[in-house]
């Protein structure tokens, strides 16, 4: 199971690990609804090696 993020309206955003299909929770501050939100990812590819290296097609 998958830690995703969700917002509560009054602004509370908590993690936690939960079913991929779970859509919204009961917040542990307020106890009102909290949404599933789109979390930021760091994963980042920097510079050429990755697809230049290995997975460019060749000609």
């Given at each position: 199971?998958?830690?995703?993020?969700?917002?509560?309206?009054?602004?509370?955003?908590?993690?936690k690990l939960v079913k991929m299909d779970t859509?919204?929770?009961?917040?542990?501050?307020?106890?009102?609804?909290?949404?599933?939100?789109?979390?930021?990812?760091?994963?980042?590819?920097?510079?050429?090696?990755?697809?230049?290296?290995?997975?460019?097609?060749?000609?």
């Amino acid at each position: 199971m998958p830690v995703y993020e969700f917002k509560c309206p009054e602004g509370t955003i908590t993690e936690k690990l939960v079913k991929m299909d779970t859509r919204q929770i009961e917040c542990p501050k307020c106890g009102k609804t909290a949404k599933k939100i789109m979390s930021q990812c760091s994963f980042e590819l920097k510079g050429g090696g990755w697809y230049a290296d290995g997975y460019a097609s060749r000609k």
